[in-house]
């Protein structure tokens, strides 16, 4: 077997620890970037870089942020009276890109999983009461993925805000039970999304 430099190794390596990116792809990711233009090599690092640095969560709905507050809070344009609730901030992008919704968002961060030991206290969902108590909202939207665990997380905060004037409505089950938010098409998702019905 040829012996690697240390940097490619290294490279590898750090590749291989990627998900759904086994030795073969490291490696071969390793020589593409190998062939590559100096400049866009770095550029690859740059942007690496920068998304560690520059991006936070924002502070009132903690999705992706390169400021204190996000795009979407910062927006004036959007529904205040409308709350999602997601999970993740890649179901933030899923929503958006179905084109059906103009409220704001919250993002749990995760879901309560008591099997693996992850409960509310992990979650945002202290600041989503906090949230939802001091805001305007009419409509909160419970869209956890329509799985055990999301279902779960969706009751136990509608049981939380149980006493308040809200509307709480859950994504109807256009999408397939045990889906994820993240891979369901923009039709399903803008169907599941018309179609919410009271939790
Ligand atoms: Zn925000």
């Excluded at 970037?33 to 936070?56: G, H, M, Q, Y």
């Amino acid at each position: 077997m040829t012996q690697l430099t240390e940097s490619v190794a290294k490279l590898i390596d750090e590749l291989a620890r990627l998900p759904g990116i086994g030795r073969k792809s490291a490696e071969r990711l390793a020589y593409h970037i190998l062939r590559i233009s100096k400049a866009e090599a770095l550029a690859l690092a740059d942007a690496i870089r920068a998304v560690r640095e520059n991006v936070r969560y924002c502070r009132t709905c903690f999705s992706l942020a390169e400021s204190d507050e996000c795009a979407i809070c910062s927006d004036v344009r959007r529904d205040r009276s409308l709350l999602c609730v997601v999970e993740q901030p890649r179901d933030v992008m899923a929503v958006e890109q179905s084109g059906a919704y103009r409220g704001l968002y919250h993002v749990l961060l995760g879901r309560i999983a008591p099997l693996e030991g992850i409960g509310p206290d992990q979650l945002t969902v202290e600041a989503l009461v906090q949230r939802v108590r001091g805001g305007s909202f009419r409509e909160v939207i419970m869209a956890t993925n329509p799985t055990v665990e999301g279902d779960g997380t969706a009751l136990y905060i509608s049981n939380r805000l149980a006493d308040l004037p809200v509307n709480f409505t859950r994504l109807a089950r256009g999408i397939t039970p045990g889906g994820i938010l993240e891979y369901t098409n923009k039709e399903i998702l803008a169907d599941a999304l018309a179609d919410r019905r009271k939790f």
